[in-house]
């Protein structure tokens, strides 16, 4: 057998790495609006993300179009943040276990919405925003580039931060920045932040609920298991474009833009570890790896390579 690690190899598999970290980038922005603006960490992502993809599935291939399939799937990501939202402010649970909560459930409600543990959908024979097989026929120049899902994703993330900029720099935005920010201040300042809590939760699930649909669309199929560690790669590519890009991006759409270049760079990485044939069964620990890197950066800067005048008083009086 022939281990000879061949560079091409690598550069063909990139362009897919690209297409997937697009997608995953677009749920990594809705991880960003709980984890960055609401400070709340959110575990109802692993299971929201699989319904995404199961409704878009099954409404796809009982007849529907694909934009109604997207449009339902973000609706019932939305409906899957609410009854988190719900927990936590009606019930008095903390963040974490509702979101915890509702993760469990979702596992039932998928395996009901799908009948199965997964359900395939042939690009032959159905319409399909994006897919793998476009993203093959386009590089082989089978398809226009039109057609190719990495156009097609950049053009929703374009969109969902143009949208997102517009809305957090609304009177409502504002406010449920304000709420992540400091809550009791917003209080103080009249500001319901238990109805911000919810919308924030519902606007972040249902972008990860769009995404999972757009992966399922891309890969062929939805299965139980398609969310299960979602949160660890939102939480990884929000860290990367954090550490990377937080001194060049200061403007709200942009911090959002470097949330979706880690995705991207997210899967680069992950792409290159499979190009170097390390064991795929490694890779979650991989994962976990790079989070906590790219976490204890910014700690690192700080204790090592921060000032030492800015630690107690200055040398003169």
């Known amino acids: 057998m022939n281990l000879a690690l061949n560079p091409l190899e690598l550069f063909g598999q990139l362009p897919g790495a690209v297409a997937q970290g697009l997608i995953w980038g677009i749920m990594a922005i809705g991880v960003y609006i709980t984890y960055k603006v609401l400070d709340i960490a959110d575990l109802t992502v692993d299971g929201s993300f699989c319904t995404g993809g199961a409704v878009c599935v099954m409404l796809l291939l009982n007849g529907f179009s694909v934009g109604t399939a997207l449009l339902c799937a973000f609706l019932v990501g939305i409906l899957t943040g609410l009854v988190t939202g719900f927990f ?11 979101g915890i909560l509702t993760q469990l459930g979702l596992w039932s409600v998928n395996l009901a919405i799908m009948g199965k543990a997964n359900q395939s959908i042939n690009v032959n024979n159905y319409d399909l925003l994006v897919s793998l097989r ?5 590089l082989k120049g089978v398809r226009p580039f039109y057609w190719s899902p990495i156009l097609v994703v950049s053009i929703f993330v374009i969109v969902i931060i143009g949208f997102l900029y517009w809305f957090f720099g609304t009177e409502l935005g504002s ?3 304000a709420t992540g920010a400091n809550l009791n201040m ?8 238990d109805f911000n809590k919810v919308l924030g939760l519902m606007l972040s699930n249902g972008l990860v609920a769009l995404s999972g649909a757009l992966l399922a669309q891309y890969q062929g199929f939805s299965d139980i298991n398609m969310g299960r560690g979602a949160i660890v790669i939102g939480l990884a590519a929000v860290i990367i474009g954090e550490v990377i890009f937080a001194r060049l991006f200061r403007n709200f759409a942009l911090r959002l833009l470097g949330v979706t270049i880690g995705a991207i760079i997210y899967y680069v990485v992950i792409q290159t570890v499979l190009w170097l044939r390390l064991d795929s069964n490694y890779l979650k620990l991989l994962s976990a790896l790079v989070v906590a890197v790219f ?3 910014p700690y690192w800067k700080e204790k090592h390579f921060s000032n030492p005048l800015k630690k107690g008083g200055g040398g003169h009086a």
């Open 295 to 297: 976490l204890a950066v």
């Open 186 to 193: 917003a209080r103080a300042q009249g500001i319901n932040t």
């Open 88 to 98: 936590h402010t009606f019930c008095g649970i903390s963040a974490i276990l509702a």
């Open 175 to 177: 406010s449920v920045r």
């Open 134 to 138: 476009y993203l093959q026929e386009v």
